[in-house]
């Protein structure tokens, strides 16, 4: 059977075009982008490796927008561990997990919105965040503290509020993962995670935050590559009717845009291939097809469109449900321009003066006020003292960091730790970095007769890591520990501080206590 096709060829290859939200090299749109702009191609997504200043920024998004005024310009800009606005130097503003630990939604509100305000200034529009998982599995390696936390309620008001705040700035929101990758121990950039719960668990604990943020109005919804048998045994959620049209658009009620997530992520492309991947997940009620963080190139854009316009003319794919996918990043794109051509915003979180919130402790101690993500950062640390009393450091340590792989979503490209600060507070301060080989003697040698500052990330999910500590501190009791993941394993040290988050504010924050700042 085949479908007759009502439009002509071009809007078909327009909205096949515009259903795309590709990413691209360098800090300069290519030519072959501003091409397919002229095309149809309505939104575009930015990595770190697109973005060098916020000046640089503003032009590329405004060399976009002359070609075509209603582009929708997506960023994966979580804040905290990923951060794509400060990838070289890490973020200003702590990720969730620490958010979730202050509990302060008005908190969360006011960073999202500084967050949002700071986007749109350059001309981005559309964020894929916030993380709305509730991350129930502790040794989940792909979520962790890009969660606000475990607890669902917990997790629904912050992600809530992280809606608010943002979207009061003029830039849509996008929660995610949907229906939930918080209760999972593989990374879907990797394979294909599985959550085998009954239906009842998932909708008290999986689906209640986003729930909760379509309620609140949030503008889009991001799918996961994630098995769930109890809602459909054979395909993944982003090429699943049942999950995407049937219990996100009929049971939850969400009218917004669906997109999804990497589809060049191993769990859709090393099972169904991008361009059959693609298609199944625009049939299945998804209306924009994120690519770009790995394959940034003409040809995938290409090789996508042209899928899906074969699959319209083959019968595989309604042109209804294509015209309607299209007509979804339209109606997003004209949200986002509205408020650009509004200036200024008011609503929640609008009220922030100087980077801060109303009612927030905001006092740095001199008589000033302090940024809003710093603020956040400090509120969010967790200090245990060890048995004798602390006494802060007045002379430059050496900071042992023991760093894990990073995780695709956070990437290696962006700075973490404790060092600089330290090192800007104490001057002479040295750092050393080690891995899964991490040898106590080779710290012990480095650091001499320094006070060593140990930093870790996950310690409880990576044995070589707390065997190191084990060692450190047995050689040396008066280590000072920092623990910048998931804060699972007991504290440890002359002092412990968890900062719930490995932002450049939440080393900052951290400094500051080891220094008695």
């Not at 973005?51 to 582009?71: F, K």
């Not at 950039?189 to 009954?198: E, F, G, K």
């Not at 889009?220 to 049937?246: C, E, K, Q």
């Not at 023991?402 to 990437?411: C, E, K, M, R």
Request: overall charge negative; hydrophobic content about 40%; aromatic content about 4%.
């Amino acid at each position: 059977m085949t479908t007759t096709l009502r439009g002509s060829t071009d809007t078909l290859t327009r909205d096949a075009l515009t259903v795309l939200q590709p990413g691209f090299p360098g800090t300069t749109p290519p030519d072959w982008l501003l091409r397919r702009i002229g095309e149809g191609l309505a939104s575009v997504g930015l990595f770190g490796r697109n973005i060098a200043s916020p000046e640089q920024l503003t032009a590329l998004t405004a060399r976009l927008r002359a070609e075509n005024g209603d582009m929708l310009v997506a960023i994966d800009e979580e804040g905290g561990d990923v951060t794509r606005l400060e990838a070289r130097h890490g973020s200003s503003f702590p990720g969730n997990l620490a958010l979730g630990t202050v509990d302060d939604p008005g908190l969360t509100r006011a960073v999202a919105h500084e967050l949002g305000r700071r986007l749109a200034a350059c001309g981005v529009d559309f964020n894929w965040a916030p993380s709305a998982d509730a991350n129930s599995n502790p040794d989940n390696p792909v979520i962790g503290v890009r969660s606000f936390g475990a607890d669902p309620a917990l997790v629904a008001r912050h992600t809530v509020a992280y809606v608010e705040g943002l979207q009061a700035a003029g830039v849509a929101a996008c929660v995610k993962h949907f229906p939930g990758h918080g209760d999972t121990n593989v990374d879907s950039h990797l394979a294909t995670p599985r959550i085998d719960v009954d239906l009842d668990t998932l909708h008290a604990r999986e689906l209640a935050s986003f729930r909760a943020a379509i309620a609140a109005g949030s503008k889009s919804v991001m799918s996961a590559h994630i098995l769930l048998p109890a809602l459909d045994p054979d395909r993944p959620a982003t090429l699943s009717p049942r999950i995407l049209t049937g219990l996100l658009r009929e049971e939850l009620g969400f009218d917004g845009l669906i997109v999804t997530d990497g589809i060049e992520m191993r769990a859709i492309a090393s099972t169904y291939g991008i361009e059959r991947g693609s298609v199944l997940a625009i049939a299945a009620g998804a209306d924009a097809i994120c690519v770009g963080g790995g394959m940034a190139d003409e040809g995938t854009v290409l090789r996508l469109r042209d899928a899906l316009v074969t699959a319209v003319r083959s019968g595989d794919l309604p042109e209804e449900r294509l015209a309607d996918a299209a007509a979804r990043v339209r109606a997003l794109a004209s949200w986002t321009r509205a408020h650009r051509a509004g200036g200024a915003q008011t609503g929640p979180g609008a009220a922030v003066q100087e980077g801060t919130a109303p009612g927030t402790d905001t006092d740095t101690g001199s008589g000033g006020y302090t940024e809003i993500g710093l603020v956040a950062a400090r509120r969010a640390l967790t200090v245990t003292p060890g048995e004798k009393p602390y006494e802060p450091l007045t002379e430059p340590p050496y900071v042992a960091s023991f760093a894990p792989v990073a995780n695709i979503a956070v990437g290696d490209e962006t700075p973490w730790g404790v060092g600089p600060e330290l090192a800007r507070l104490l001057p002479g301060t040295e750092t050393g970095t080690y891995g899964t080989e991490a040898g106590v003697e080779d710290v012990l040698r480095a650091a001499g007769e320094r006070r060593i500052v140990a930093v870790v990330r996950d310690a409880h999910r990576h044995a070589w890591m707390r065997e190191a500590l084990d060692g450190l501190l047995a050689a040396r009791p008066d280590t000072i520990v920092v623990e910048m993941g998931l804060n699972q394993a007991p504290p440890r040290g002359a002092l412990h501080i968890a900062t719930h988050g490995a932002a450049r504010v939440c080393g900052t924050a951290a400094a500051e206590v080891v220094t008695g700042g």
